[in-house]
């Protein structure tokens, strides 16, 4: 049977309570944001806890809140979102948790808990340049190994540092800087003089 969402938010509060920064239903959904330095046992106590068992992290990404409400944002920069299910109690949950410090932006890792983390917190490392603490192999799985930056950033611009061709002479792939010149384009509108009026 499944759990209803007041049933489970209370049941979150009263197990991990002291890890809790708030929970919100929203759209029919429960969502629980955690604070950093707790994540590792409260992400446990959720996998573990008899009346929870989130069994299954079904996703997990990065997120870059430096534009967010067009840049109305005041809190910290990087988050990282975990989606995890209940089989048992056929539940669905929402975890975030804000990284601390915006120039490193970090996380414990959840590898040990759900082993299919493993790839998700490389991509958001890759993507976004969050560290998971306590990552077995945290390492670029999208990008170049020599790649700078972190492509999913709202400061990354959109053309990238540099780019790559094939050179005829060297007869290998080689990395030069960017050779396009950002522009921004305006759609031009055009009407006629009377467009719309009544036909």
């Known amino acids: 049977m499944a759990l209803s969402l007041d049933t489970l938010s209370t049941c979150l509060q009263n197990t991990i309570g002291d890890a809790l920064v708030k929970t919100e239903i929203r759209l029919g959904e429960l969502t629980l944001e955690l604070r950093p ?15 929870l068992r989130f069994s299954q992290l079904t996703d997990l990404c990065g997120m870059d809140y430096s534009s967010y409400k067009d840049g109305a944002w005041e809190g910290p920069r990087f988050a990282v979102v975990y989606h995890l299910l209940s089989i048992e109690h056929n ?39 969050i560290v998971f603490d306590g990552h077995p192999d945290l390492r670029r799985i999208l990008t170049d190994y020599g790649f700078v930056g972190h492509p999913f950033r709202k400061d990354f611009p959109l053309s990238g540092h540099v780019e790559m061709r094939y050179d005829p002479v060297q007869r290998r792939v080689i990395y030069q800087p960017v050779s396009i010149e950002p522009r921004e384009i305006t759609p031009r509108i055009v009407r006629e003089e009377h467009y719309g009026e009544g036909r």
């Open 91 to 129: 539940a669905r949950l929402r975890v975030r948790v804000f990284c601390a410090d915006d120039a490193l932006p970090m996380a414990s890792s959840v590898t040990g808990i759900w082993p299919s983390a493993n790839w998700f917190e490389r991509e958001a490392f890759d993507l976004y340049g």
């Open 37 to 51: 330095g707790a994540l590792a046992q409260a992400m446990q106590t959720l996998h573990d806890h008899p009346e």
